[in-house]
């Protein structure tokens, strides 16, 4: 396990080092800079201001400097703001986490239920009633789902109102961000329960008279966890990427907020800090859905 989990962590930072090279010197294939957008900087001015923030100097240089900047925990400075990157990433991320967390909690929760329920009454009115919402909420992507949220129950209907720095709501943005992957959890705990309850060790416990609810819940839906927690690491990348879009429409200032304004500013620092944010949390995520295998499943081996 100890082993496994180094070999991780190993590609987990090789994958990093990927990500910000790429993010890094296709930034620099992008026509202009971050300071060409202001009318009033004479030319003098710019090549000042390149020259503070090593723009001057050749790419392969510039990405040295930046990653043995962040290696010493110096994340830089927004070149349009001048604030540090690190103290705004953390308090924008912070109201990312509370409505990415909720949706996913939410999407993983309501979906077991729904797919236990649509296996146990295959065939039935409860089954065909949850796959035709699954399937319908599948093919909504998560924006235009957010934009008919808020146009039927804050502008039309009134029910909620719209968001509010200080009055936040966030339960149209969670039904937004949490109905795909709700879905698609639905579909995978359905086929997994279906496959679980034909297997051997589930007609035994019937056989030796374990109560349905012992069968269903502590047999079956332990090992129809597996393909949910498979999903799990890729749900949280989709919700954290489809936060962007979705917070820009209900206008809530988290981090994909920044991120969306910062790539319009031409921030790069912000930018590259964003983009190393958000792969650290893929791997992490991915590596703690691998090492949750193991807890439901103590059979499973690494290697």
């Known amino acids: 396990m100890a082993k496994y989990i180094i070999k991780r962590v190993i590609l987990a930072i090789l994958s990093i080092l990927i ?5 890094f010197f296709v930034m620099e294939l992008i ?37 043995r900047n962040i290696l010493h925990g110096d994340w830089g400075v927004s070149l349009k ?28 929760i309501a979906g077991l239920i729904l797919g236990s329920l649509a296996a146990l009454t295959r065939n039935r009115w409860p089954d065909r009633l949850i796959v035709f919402f699954t399937t319908l909420a599948t093919a909504m992507p998560s924006f235009v789902l957010a934009t008919l949220l808020l146009l039927v129950f804050c502008l039309q209907l009134r029910l909620i109102p719209v968001w509010s720095p200080t009055n936040p709501n966030y339960i149209l943005p969670i039904i937004a961000l949490s109905l795909y992957p709700m879905a698609y ?17 589930i007609r035994t416990a019937k056989a030796k008279g374990v109560s349905t609810v012992k069968v269903i819940f502590l047999h079956a839906l332990r090992n129809a966890l597996i393909p949910v927690i498979t999903y799990v690491g890729p749900m949280v990348a989709y919700i954290l990427t489809g936060s962007m879009v979705v917070e820009n429409i209900f206008t809530i200032g988290g981090l994909g907020t920044e991120f969306v304004t910062s790539i ?17 949390l893929m791997v992490i995520a991915n590596l703690l859905t691998d090492i949750a295998y193991k807890l ?3 059979r499973i081996t690494f290697n």
């Open 81 to 108: 703001t001048g604030r540090d990157i690190w103290n705004n990433i953390t308090s924008k991320f912070a109201v990312s986490a509370r409505l990415g967390g909720t949706a996913a909690i939410l999407a993983i």
């Open 185 to 201: 959890v639905t579909r995978l705990a359905k086929t997994s329960m279906l496959d679980a309850l034909g297997q051997d060790y």
């Open 296 to 298: 439901v499943d103590p």
């Open 19 to 23: 990500v910000s090279a790429i993010t």
């Open 264 to 280: 319009t500013n031409r921030d790069y620092p912000t930018i590259m800090a964003v983009t190393l944010f958000l792969a650290i």
């Open 31 to 67: 026509p202009g800079g971050p300071f060409n957008k202001e009318k009033a900087t004479s030319a003098q001015a710019q090549a000042v201001l390149e020259e503070r923030y090593n723009l001057d100097k050749p790419v392969q240089v510039q990405y040295v400097l930046y990653m």
